[in-house]
């Protein structure tokens, strides 16, 4: 037993010292800039990436109907571009709900400001069916 914990602590030890791989060695660390990077634009974690492509894939959204959903018939689908649902009213700021398909339920109501991107609904499956149901009547884009 007593030799097994030596070479334990040997092994450890040596861990310790041993020089770091390059891919680890050229990973940027949290204390790193975007600019020191070479990346201009870019977070840390990459994850304006993310936000890029995912609002690059908008859609408008037209809710000026009796109801006040989007779309007015049938369903949206979410999409491999965004993990979130997320909309831009341009017309006004407005509580909006996403409702969904499979369960036929609806999350709670959320302030959408006017011009400005607003995650709606978190970690959402792709080509999962939804609809939008607002307070009133409104306009805008949709990522999802």
Not at 42 to 65: E, F, H, M, P, W
Not at 98 to 105: N, P
Not at 120 to 141: C, E, K, M, P
Request: glycine letters at 8%; aromatic letters at 14%; one cysteine or more.
């Amino acid at each position: 037993m007593r030799i097994f914990a030596g070479v334990s602590a040997a092994i450890t030890f040596l861990a310790m010292f041993a020089p770091i791989s390059a891919a680890h060695a050229s990973a940027p660390n949290d204390a790193t800039s975007a600019q020191e990077q070479g990346t201009p634009g870019l977070t840390n974690d990459g994850r304006s990436i993310v936000i890029q492509s995912c609002y690059g894939n908008a859609k408008s959204y037209d809710a000026y109907n009796d109801y006040f959903y989007w779309p007015v018939t049938g369903y949206a689908r979410t999409t491999t571009a965004c993990s979130d649902i997320n909309i831009k009213p341009t017309d006004r700021g407005i509580y909006v709900a996403v409702c969904f398909r499979r369960t036929g339920t609806c999350n709670g109501y959320k302030w959408a400001a006017q011009n400005s991107w607003t995650v709606i609904a978190t970690n959402v499956l792709d080509g999962t069916d939804y609809w939008l149901d607002f307070t009133g009547v409104s306009r805008g884009q949709v990522a999802a």
